[in-house]
Structure formats: C-alpha cells, structure tokens
C-alpha cells in the first residue's frame, strides 16, 4: 500500500464545477504539499500546510491531522485549471509523492 | 528572481556516457532537492541538501548517482555511467526551511539514455 493515496485518479469536470481531491496518508508528516503539474511538464507548488486551511484565490487545501487526509478544492473550474495534481507528504528529510489526480476541464 | 533554473532542459546521450545535471536555486533559499519523475514510479527524492550539506542521499537509486552542491547557488547531480533505465524528467526545487514556505521547482531535465 502505498504511503500517500490520492483520489480520484482522473476526473472531468464541466467548466464552473466544484472540484475536490482527496490525499490520505500513513505516515506521521511534518507537511503536506499540492503540487500542480502542467501538460508542458512544469510543477508549481500550490500549497504547503500542516493544519487547518489555506485559500489561494480559487484554490482551497484542507488538511485533517487526526484523520491524516487533505482535500484540494477548485471553485469555479476553468479550463486552465486542466492538469496533473499531485499530493506529497514530508517527514524528516524524506519526502513522498502520491501517483497524482489528473483533472480535465471542459469548456 | 528567475525562478529555479535548470540545464539543460534536453539531454539525450548513450549508455555508458557522463551525464551532469545543473540547478540554479532560488537567491536566499538554504534547501536544495533534486526529484525524478517516471511514469512507473512517480515523483521521488533523490537527495535533499540544507546549507550546501547533503542531509539525505537515501533515495539516490546506486553509486552511479551522486549530487553535489559546492555552494548556495548551484548544484549538480551527476550520473555514470549512464543507463537507458535512467531516462526520466530530473526536477530541482529550493526553499527556505524552517519556515512555513513552499517549494519553487524548475522547469526540468528530461534525460534519454539511448
């Protein structure tokens, strides 16, 4: 099993749809990130948390220590917000990778 | 700030061959790592650096693999000789540690071993 899930693993969504994604981990953390990663290849960090909530215009993460899970939400979805996203967990110096959600929007 | 720069952003080279990887960190950021992205495997960390001292080589796959950082604004990660099953997107990010800050990645190496 690996140490970090995400779900779903692909999703289509209708331009202006709430989108959520969901990161489960099992292992302590330090943090978790989200990571977006363009058809060209680039990452972008979008998020580092380790508690409670962050907002970045339309992009909201979650995180649950006790329930070790984080959502990533996108409101009013937009064909641009097309890419891979990707949840990653720190502890100590090490760091691991879910397998990403790859999210496609619709015009 | 330009960002984290990477080069090349193209590598092919055969079997056997030297490859060097460089990274640029971003001006002020005292961590350095150094990531592969496969389609079998995902993102994983290589090696991570904290004030130029490699903190954490763990997840370098063997001896043909080593990264150095001989001060805070540069890095290499070096492979030989290299093999077709090192073909794969290297990714470098920084960030300033100890603070609630994300990561800044580079744009990436895409290596082909041939």
């Known amino acids: 099993k690996n140490e970090v899930e995400q779900s779903p693993q692909n999703l289509t969504a209708q331009e202006g749809e709430f989108i959520t994604i969901n990161c489960s981990y099992s292992v302590g953390i330090s943090a978790l990130h989200w990571l977006q990663q363009h058809p060209g290849g680039g990452i972008v960090s979008l998020f580092m948390?380790?508690?409670g909530k962050k907002k970045h215009g339309r992009l909201i993460a979650t995180i649950n220590i006790q329930e070790k899970h984080s959502s990533l939400h996108i409101t009013a979805s937009h064909p641009r917000d097309s890419a891979v996203y990707i949840c990653?967990?720190?502890?100590?110096?090490?760091?691991?990778f879910g397998a990403g959600t790859r999210l496609t929007v619709k015009p | 700030d330009a960002g984290v720069i990477q080069s090349p952003r193209h590598e092919v080279t055969e079997m056997g061959q030297e490859v060097t990887l460089r990274c640029k960190p971003i001006s002020g950021h005292n961590s350095l790592f150094w990531y592969r992205q496969t389609m079998m495997r995902g993102l994983e960390l290589l090696i991570y650096f904290n004030n130029n001292v490699p903190i954490d080589d763990s997840g370098m796959p063997e001896d043909r693999f080593s990264a150095k950082m001989p001060n805070a604004s540069f890095s290499t990660l070096k492979i030989q000789p290299s093999e077709p099953r090192d073909s794969a997107v290297y990714f470098c990010?920084?960030?300033?540690?100890?603070?609630?800050?994300?990561?800044?990645f580079g744009s990436g190496t895409r290596l082909t071993v041939v």
């Open positions: 948390l380790s508690s």
């Open positions: 990653a967990v720190s502890m100590n110096n090490d760091m691991r």
């Open positions: 990010a920084s960030s300033l540690a100890g603070g609630d800050y994300g990561y800044t």
